[in-house]
């Protein structure tokens, strides 16, 4: 389960139904204003925001690699726990949120 | 043809390098790419398990990517991809004695001046023929410092840990179509390692020769200077020309590590069938310097960025870069710099020269990220047109976060001034000879950092142009 | 000159005002025929045409080089917008005191229109020009009393609907707009100023402009856009075509000072034929998302076009200005100059083409594009390019992107200036080249002021 955001306030929305990400896939979707690509590691949810910080291009075209997410378009890394930068020509590290599983109803805190 | 000799001034109308040895391969894949070829390829090298599966991933990446719509006209190359060959091995092992080289093989090196070359004191050599490298040496008075200049499958061989702490990371396969590609069927190329504070005075040269019709060479070089290292790498390539298209797709992956500095000079006179296609890219680290010197001459269609990642407080880095586009040829060359360290600073100069119908295109990039505080960069762009068919573009991306930083860019378009030419031709010279005088006039700043033989075979290449420009 | 502003005459009526609906219309074919109705046949199929160009063309995505900074898909939802209510059947007599406040700064003028939502509301003109034979009128009146004029230029060749998704959609829903027109030789001695209004949150204006000036004339045009802050996404479209013929001289200025929320988009084209000068100066300081396509044409040896831009911008607003420079035929010359300034967390993007086609011998061009980022999240990114293919031709660009000058901040505070002090003069010293280039009476003024009203509220 990705770590809770520090402190940071903000609104717990339900954003899918756990079916709709299944074990080693990626989703993209919106919760109010964020564009969001959920990850599914064998159970592990994880939420970054859905887009490339190498240039903007969406990260869920891309593939899970073991905790890691690359990216389609040119290879960048991310780390899917902390959204840091891990491979190049990725440099910056995308934002990551909070995410709950509540029974089936996956939650993410925006 | 002279023998022995150093190289000569080339024209394009007669490519000097174009001649064709009889193949004489003992192996060689079936035209064409899939699964199978790359195990093949993989077998070959005798690899490790995770080389195979990079491969394999690697082509998967290859296969899922579209041709870039970018840059330069790849409608030909794709529809004759099936026809390439995609590995050759032109003989059993690479020799570590010239004598050991085949016949065949060394005749060429030695039209090509190799030899010669070597014994011009060079710290060091390889040739590679094909895919693979034929020959490579270094002079023992760096082996015994703990250099390490190999071909590439032997710096894997020999140096895992080394090898695999670096290989990839610089430049992933999935960076564009053509990385890919070379990351699934790379062979050839240099592993060159130079340990702390060893500081080479000579030069490594290596040349890349493709004798083959229809052939794709896939080199893949990676470079780790540790700290306080220095050298100077040379790379050359040339071809025969063939009325059939062949295809050269390079990876060069560089590490800078703490207060080293490292050049990189490629001269590519590929012949008008070749496209060029290279990704290479250098991580520079705390206050290192990395600089690529990048002699476009060659090749039907080059498409080369040359770039350097500035990671580490007071890196900096360089690109020089001249291009030559004649009849047929385009040449989209130029470079890139991302200052992600405060303290960086970099400078892309440019120089190229359309004539006839070619094309010269400069693309670069110079990204500054928030945290890259007084990042300074300066990319200054010239093109020279020769005649009223030439063409030129340019396509520079200034991508800026944060007021620490300070960019400038200029680029300016011009011809050969008509006052220029008077003025010269009215003390005795030739329109040509005024011609040939103003354009190694226009590319003397980056010209004179080449090393010796280069310039003066620059230099003799404009002469025998601009012969033939007049009219 | 009348204060139009007090005024209150409604646009030329040949048509009646729309029914009052109770739900205002989504953007849609339905919205495209309500406005079709009573109009001539060959806008009519123009409109449709326009609306499946629309509908076939898939929205611009970042995976696109034009695209490539611009967000479209997050930044705008067509399916929000709502068609604007017609602003001609708004309450008589009462205007928006934001407009009338910026039309009060306004000095004299030739001729005036105001524009609110979407419809043209006043419009005057010096009864001596109109003598000569100068036509400035609502486009809905043109489309009866001027057609011919219409049918060739309007939305034809100069800005076609396949240029892109956002031009074909302003091709189809525009609602009524601005023709001026300029016989041969006659001069117009004072610009001709458009005011635009938008009311309406959450809606979708488009608007016209065509401009056509005969050999030998002369004209000015001023237009400038406002509205409130909006707290729902606000589209406002703008197509503007341009077309200078043997030897007339036309400017062009926009000062865009719409309020926040406003996605402002605007396809310009620019024809300057033999001889002409055909200057454009665009200045971007409102809105929360500005596109600007800027195409400017050299068509006859001897053709010269400025192109002049300002923005600046802070909190998160974004510009992205596109522009281009072709050079068609030979001995014509351009000069582009776009400078801006940034600060908090404002983004720019600037991709500036100059063309020079084959043949165009002789051609001057430059461009220049200059960042001056005041903040550490500020963002800029440039892109001149140039395309090169003729040989005899003097062609050069520059970007650059740099902080405060840190010696002319010095001297500045050496000379008891307070630190804010000096800060305003520097970036009002950095944009003011910009407008010095092109001072039209009365602008300089009045963007000083809007600029120093920005520096003032940071």
């Not at chain 2, 041709?67 to 030909?76: C, E, F, Q, Y």
């Not at chain 3, 230029?153 to 031009?167: S, V």
């Not at chain 3, 002090?421 to 003024?445: D, I, S, Y």
């Amino acid at each position: 389960m990705a770590d809770e955001g520090e402190g940071v306030s903000g609104d717990w929305v339900k954003v899918a139904d756990l079916d709709e990400c299944p074990p080693g896939s990626l989703l993209d979707l919106e919760a109010g204003e964020e564009r969001i690509v959920l990850a599914n590691v064998d159970g592990d949810l994880y939420a970054l925001q859905n887009r490339c910080s190498h240039q903007d291009l969406p990260l869920s075209d891309g593939e899970l690699d073991g905790d890691q997410l690359e990216c389609l378009y040119h290879g960048a890394r991310f780390d899917l726990c902390t959204g840091k930068a891990m491979g190049l020509p990725a440099i910056t590290p995308v934002p990551t949120y909070a995410v709950e599983l509540r029974g089936q109803d996956i939650y993410v805190k925006i | 043809m002279p023998e022995n000799e150093l190289v000569e001034g080339l024209g394009l109308d007669e490519y000097q390098y174009g001649f064709v040895d009889e193949e004489t391969h003992v192996f060689r894949t079936r035209p064409g790419l899939d699964e199978d070829i790359v195990r093949e390829i993989s077998e070959h090298k005798d690899e490790p398990e995770w080389m195979l599966e990079f491969r394999l991933k690697a082509l998967k990446i290859y296969e899922s990517k579209p041709m870039p719509t970018w840059g330069g006209d790849l409608s030909h190359l794709e529809a004759t991809l099936d026809e390439i060959y995609f590995y050759v091995k032109p003989q059993e092992q690479m020799e570590r004695s010239w004598d050991d080289v085949p016949d065949t093989i060394k005749n060429t090196f030695e039209r090509l001046g190799i030899p010669e070359a070597e014994q011009k004191l060079l710290s060091g050599v390889g040739a590679q023929y094909e895919s693979e490298m034929v020959y490579h040496s270094l002079k023992e008075e760096w082996s015994s410092k703990g250099v390490i200049f190999d071909s590439i499958e032997d710096g894997l061989k020999n140096h895992p840990d080394l090898f695999r702490e670096h290989f990839a990371t610089i430049i992933p396969a999935a960076d564009n179509k053509f990385a890919a590609l070379n990351s699934a069927v790379w062979s050839g190329g240099s592993f060159l390692y130079i340990p702390k504070g060893v500081q080479l005075d000579t030069p490594l040269q290596a040349y890349f020769r493709v004798n083959q019709e229809r052939m794709g060479q896939f080199e893949r070089t990676l470079i780790i200077l540790d700290e306080g290292a220095q050298a100077h790498y040379i790379e050359g390539c040339t071809a025969p020309v063939y009325s059939t298209d062949s295809f050269h797709s390079g990876v060069i992956e560089i590490v800078l590590k703490k207060d080293s500095r490292f050049r990189y000079t490629t001269i590519q006179n590929w012949s008008n069938n070749m496209y060029n296609l290279v990704t290479q890219r250098a991580v520079v680290n705390e206050n290192a310097t990395m600089e690529w010197l990048d002699g476009n001459l060659g090749s039907k269609l080059t498409m080369k960025y040359p770039s350097c990642y500035l990671v580490g407080e007071g890196a900096h880095g360089e690109i020089m870069s001249i291009a030559y586009a004649s009849d047929g040829q385009h040449q989209d060359t130029g470079g890139k710099v991302v200052h992600v360290a405060p303290n960086t600073t970099s400078s892309i100069t440019s120089k190229s020269i359309s004539k006839g119908t070619g094309r010269s295109s400069y693309r670069g990039l110079c990204k500054v990220y928030e945290g890259a505080y007084n990042a300074r960069s300066n990319v200054e762009c010239d093109a020279l047109l020769i005649n009223s068919t030439s063409r030129t573009d340019t396509y520079p991306y200034i991508e800026i976060e944060g007021k620490r930083a300070t960019i400038g860019h200029e680029a300016t378009v011009s011809k050969i001034g008509d006052t220029q030419l008077f003025y010269l031709m009215s003390r005795g010279l030739t329109k040509e000879e005024a011609m040939s005088l103003i354009v190694r006039g226009f590319i003397e700043p980056i010209a004179k950092q080449l090393p010796l033989e280069y310039a003066v075979e620059l230099n003799r290449l404009i002469e025998l142009e601009m012969e033939g420009s007049v009219g | 000159m009348s204060n139009p502003a007090q005024a209150v005459e409604a646009s030329s009526a040949e048509e009646e005002p729309s029914a009052e609906e109770d739900t205002p219309s989504s953007l849609d074919g339905g919205a495209v025929e309500r406005l079709s109705e009573g109009a001539p046949s060959w806008l009519s199929e123009r409109r449709q045409h326009a609306w499946s160009v629309f509908e076939d063309t898939p929205l611009p995505s970042t995976r696109s080089e034009e695209w490539r900074y611009t967000d479209v898909s997050r930044l705008l939802k067509f399916a929000d917008l709502r068609v604007a209510p017609d602003g001609a059947s708004g309450e008589e007599g009462t205007r928006p005191a934001g407009l009338t406040a910026a039309m009060d700064e306004d000095e004299a003028a030739a001729g005036h229109t105001v524009v609110v939502d979407g419809s043209v509301v006043h419009v005057d003109l010096d009864p001596a020009l109109e003598q000569q034979g100068v036509i400035l009128t609502s486009l809905r009146a043109a489309v009866h009393e001027h057609g011919d004029l219409l049918e060739e230029w309007l939305g034809t060749e100069i800005l076609p609907p396949e240029d892109g998704k956002f031009q074909a959609l302003n091709a189809a829903l525009w609602s009524d707009g601005v023709l001026l027109y300029v016989p041969p030789n006659v001069k117009l001695d004072l610009p001709i100023r458009t005011t635009r209004w938008i009311s309406h949150s959450g809606s979708a204006v488009f608007t016209r402009t065509l401009i056509v000036a005969e050999p030998g004339s002369q004209v000015s045009y001023v237009e400038e856009l406002l509205s409130e802050d909006f707290d729902q996404r606000t589209l406002a479209s703008s197509a503007v075509e341009i077309i200078a013929r043997d030897g007339a001289q036309v400017q062009y200025v926009c000062i865009q000072r719409l309020g926040r929320g406003v996605f402002c988009q605007s396809a310009q084209r620019t024809l300057a034929h033999r001889d002409s000068k055909l200057d454009t100066l665009n200045v971007s300081l409102g809105a929360s998302v500005t596109r600007l396509d800027l195409n400017a044409r050299l068509l006859g040896p001897g053709a010269h076009s400025e192109l002049l831009g300002l923005y600046f911008g802070d909190e998160d607003q974004h510009f992205d200005h596109c522009t281009s420079q072709d050079h068609i035929a030979p001995d014509t010359g351009s000069d582009l100059l776009y400078k801006g300034a940034l600060d908090d967390r404002a983004q720019s993007a600037f991709r500036g083409m100059i063309r020079v086609h084959r043949g165009a011998q002789r051609t001057d061009a430059y461009q220049t594009n200059r960042n001056l980022l005041l903040s550490d999240d500020c963002r800029a990114n440039s892109l001149p390019n140039l395309e090169i293919e003729a040989d005899d031709v003097k062609c050069s660009h520059g970007a650059t992107v740099g902080q405060l000058d840190s010696e002319a901040l010095f001297y500045l505070l050496s000379r008891g200036l307070s630190r804010h002090q000096a800060e305003r003069l520097v970036v009002l010293g950095f944009l003011g080249e910009v407008m010095a280039r092109l001072p039209l009476g009365g602008v300089v003024k009045k963007v000083t002021r809007a600029i120093e009203r920005k520096l003032k509220n940071g």
